[in-house]
Structure formats: C-alpha cells, structure tokens
C-alpha cells in the first residue's frame, strides 16, 4: 500500500495560482501512475490529471489543459499540480492518486486539500 499526503490548498482570486503538492510513502516502488482528481460540492469526483511515474508522460482533463502542470520528482517521491488561471469552478477538494497499473486497480488516494477561488 501507498500513502499519500497533500499539501498547498488554499483561498485565492481567480486568475491566482496555487501548487499543491503530494508526497508519497510505503510501497512506492509499485507506483505506475499518480496524478489527481477533484470533487466539488454535489459533483462526482473527476480527473484532472495524472502522471507516469517513469516515462514522465501526462494527461490532462479538457478543462485542466493549458492552465494546470503535473510534475514529478522520483527522488523525493512527490508529485505536483501547477494550477494558474484560476476560475472560481476549478473550487474543490483536490485529491491525490497513485495507481500500481494503468487501469487504476488497487488506487491509493490522499485525504484530500481544499481549493477555493473567489471572484
């Protein structure tokens, strides 16, 4: 199992930025991919996006691209959400993942961090 812990939520005004951050522990070695989700009030939980642990490739929700950046560092086992051009819609809580395969089976999630953008 993977343990995941997020940090760098906040409230900010839209058109702000934030970089929220996820450090993983445990059996890390298994990771495959490790990427986010969010969840608003009401609203299923849905991608953002998501990282491959060693080829570096990413993904992206539609509504994510050419505002977020996930990135990666293998050394200190931690995984980030570059978030600019903050829209009030883009408020949640903003979920870690790591998954072991590429289908997302056995899934590790975060406890989660709260986004809040004021217009």
């Known amino acids: 199992q993977v343990q995941l812990v997020e940090s760098g939520g906040g409230l900010v005004q839209a058109g702000g930025s934030l970089r929220l951050s996820c450090a993983a522990s445990?059996?890390?070695?298994?990771?495959?991919?490790m990427g986010w989700f969010r969840q608003a009030p009401g609203k299923e939980r849905e991608f953002v996006a998501a990282?491959?642990?060693?080829?570096?490739?990413?993904y992206y929700a539609d509504s994510v691209k050419g505002r977020f950046t996930i990135s990666r560092d293998n050394a200190k086992k931690t995984v980030y959400l570059q978030m600019n051009s903050l829209k009030p819609e883009d408020t949640a809580v903003y979920y870690c993942?790591?998954?072991?395969?590429?289908?997302?089976?056995?899934?590790?999630w975060g406890q989660g961090t709260q986004v809040t953008i004021s217009s």
């Open positions: 445990g059996r890390t070695s298994r990771i495959y991919n």
């Open positions: 993942n790591a998954d072991p395969d590429v289908y997302g089976n056995g899934r590790s």
């Open positions: 990282i491959n642990w060693s080829g570096g490739s990413t």
